[in-house]
């Protein structure tokens, strides 16, 4: 999968920053979408994705079960796609009056960043939310080196 990696400690201090910003705004914009009650817990999880080169396009699969559509937020920022959100515990008025046994479910905020190496339409990207799984489509540019190209001559003004 020479088209994409998944980002790591390997970047530059400075893009890094930039990418943590870009992760602040996003979550800013969660929160301001939200009551005080309902912001979104200061815990982060990290939720598994796949991502996969098909002939045409990038696909990432995240698993967000429990996650609503206006609780998620994608940006394409240069060759990185950043996938950011939260999730709420179910009904957090129960929780606090609940003595757990055991407990596995993350709730929070959570980031995701994927890096793409090729040419694409960013432009074209979609997402969609089914069934638990955010499905995010980042198309190819269309490859056109090797092909042959006939260019027509034309008389210029001097001839």
């Not at 893009?15 to 979550?27: H, K, N, Q, S, T």
């Amino acid at each position: 999968m020479e088209s994409m990696r998944q980002i790591d400690a390997m970047l530059p201090l400075a893009e890094v920053r930039d990418l943590a910003d870009e992760v602040r705004r996003l979550f800013d914009d969660l929160d301001r979408a939200r009551t005080l009650d309902r912001r979104l817990l200061p815990g982060v999880f990290s939720p598994t994705l796949d991502a996969q080169e098909t002939p045409g396009a990038i696909e990432i699969v995240v698993d967000l079960p429990g996650v609503a559509l206006d609780d998620i937020r994608i940006l394409i920022k240069g060759c990185v796609v950043i996938i950011a959100g939260g999730k709420m515990p179910p009904n957090p008025g129960e929780r606090a009056e609940a003595s757990f046994h055991l407990v596995e479910r993350d709730f929070g905020r959570f980031a995701r960043a994927v890096r793409l190496t090729g040419a694409f339409h960013t432009a074209r990207a979609s997402a969609t939310l089914a069934n638990g799984e955010l499905r995010v489509r980042v198309p190819k540019v269309e490859e056109r080196r090797g092909r042959d190209i006939a260019v027509q001559v034309r008389r210029g003004p001097d001839a």
